[in-house]
């Protein structure tokens, strides 16, 4: 988990999930694996943090790029979806690290990214972070609609997914005509199985205890929140929820054919009395 962190900040969201899969009997036992188990994260997660304070100036244990999604996400104006327009880039990385003008080349379209101040990565850190918290605790109301923006847009389209396939047009050997119809069944397909998943989540029994399926999906989605929406971060949550919406297919299944086969933990356990294992 730890390790993963660092690759992406969510990983995080993995923590709560695997406590909960290791809990104890007792709440002590329980408070013994969490401590045991975020002990284990710190111990990978605080060298990074003392190098960025060193190296930075900025004791954050992930990326502070993550200032900038932040200050994306919570401002005036902000859907919750990307926004590319001047005034939010102005307003979001003027002074980051790429407000430097020796990333540009001259012409460059994205020039107005950089006002040409000097780069200070911890000013920016710092205001941008306390810029986006202060929006979104004094806009209760608006923080609902964006996140729910952010909710849509990541299901919306399966854009995300076919240009991590495509490998920066390395891996996909198909025009435009075949990308639009692979999106259109990508996204009838990923809207029946997040359906299903939904409904094998709260109406299935073996469904709603089965909690590490659907709880690390939410999650993930929950910590979407925290930046804009983008419709590649289904990618993780995809294997969850097709598990879930297999249940329902298997479920329904043998409600419709009470006669098809059905295998359950108790007839798995159940060996002859002559059997080697017995």
Request: aromatic residues 8%; positive net charge.
């Amino acid at each position: 988990i730890g390790f993963g962190s660092l690759v992406r900040g969510n990983g995080l969201v993995l923590l709560p999930v695997v406590v909960l899969v290791l809990r104890g009997r007792t709440l002590r036992q329980t408070l013994v694996t969490a401590s045991a188990l975020i002990a284990v994260v710190a111990a990978v997660l605080t060298p990074w943090a003392i190098r960025n304070r060193i190296e930075v100036g900025v004791g954050a244990p992930l990326s502070t790029g993550k200032a900038s999604s932040l200050c994306l996400a919570y401002r005036n104006g902000a859907t919750g979806l990307p926004d590319f327009s001047e005034e939010a880039l102005r307003d979001c990385y003027t002074r980051s690290p790429y407000d430097d003008r020796s990333l540009y080349v001259p012409g460059d379209p994205h020039v107005y990214l950089s006002n040409f101040d000097a780069p200070d990565e911890v000013a920016w850190y710092r205001r941008t972070t306390r810029q986006g918290i202060a929006w979104a605790l004094h806009h209760p109301g608006d923080v609902v609609t964006t996140n729910w923006n952010k909710t849509v847009e990541v299901f919306r389209t399966t854009q995300g997914a076919l240009a991590a396939a495509d490998d920066g047009s390395d891996r996909l050997s198909i025009d435009a005509a075949q990308h639009h119809a692979a999106n259109i069944v990508g996204k009838l397909w990923l809207w029946t199985v997040t359906t299903l998943a939904i409904a094998g989540g709260i109406a299935l029994h073996t469904g709603r205890r089965a909690y590490p399926i659907w709880l690390t999906p939410l999650l993930m989605l929950i910590s979407v929140w925290g930046g804009v929406g983008l419709d590649r971060y289904q990618i993780p949550m995809v294997p969850f929820l097709a598990s879930l919406a297999a249940a329902v297919l298997v479920a329904t299944t043998q409600r419709i054919n009470p006669s098809s086969p059905q295998i359950t933990r108790s007839e798995t356990d159940q060996r002859p009395a002559n059997s080697p294992s017995a």
